[in-house]
Nanobody, 123 residues
Framework: QLQLVESGGGLVQPGGSLRLSCAAS????????IGWFRQAPGKEREGVSC????????NYADSVKGRFTISRDNAKNTVYLQMNSLKPEDTAVYYC????????????????WGKGTLVTVSS
């Protein structure tokens, strides 16, 4: 009943775009920072982006700056990740996660995780 569900992943060619969604059920995201993380085969899970509770502050990994945009619609209890100019190295399972109230986007302390959505960038 308490869960995050990612959607929007799929196969896209290099240079293409996708928008991922993260929807909460059973609890509200409105008071929490929300992060997007990704994990590629054989690699550690890494932080991609983070957004504050109000949406006023955002952060991005250097590898995605200028290409990805995080946003949220608290009325819909949903967070988004717009991904443009996708590269093969963006291929990974993408996860959203909610931080405990008052904490930031630290992968070791997030207390709710989605099951992930697969993004494959290939020609």
């Amino acid at each position: 009943q308490l869960q995050l569900v990612e959607s929007g992943g799929g196969l896209v060619q290099p240079g293409g775009s996708l928008r991922l969604s993260c929807a909460a059920s059973g609890f509200t995201l409105n008071y929490r920072r929300i992060g997007w993380f990704r994990q590629a085969p054989g690699k550690e899970r890494e932080g991609v982006s983070c957004i504050s509770a109000s949406g006023g502050v955002t952060n991005y990994a250097d590898s995605v700056k200028g290409r990805f945009t995080i946003s949220r619609d608290n009325a819909k209890n949903t967070v988004y990740l717009q991904m443009n100019s996708l590269k093969p190295e963006d291929t990974a399972v993408y996860y959203c996660a909610a931080a405990p109230r008052g904490l930031g986007c630290n992968r070791y302390s997030m207390d709710y995780w989605g099951k992930g959505t697969l993004v494959t960038v290939s020609s």
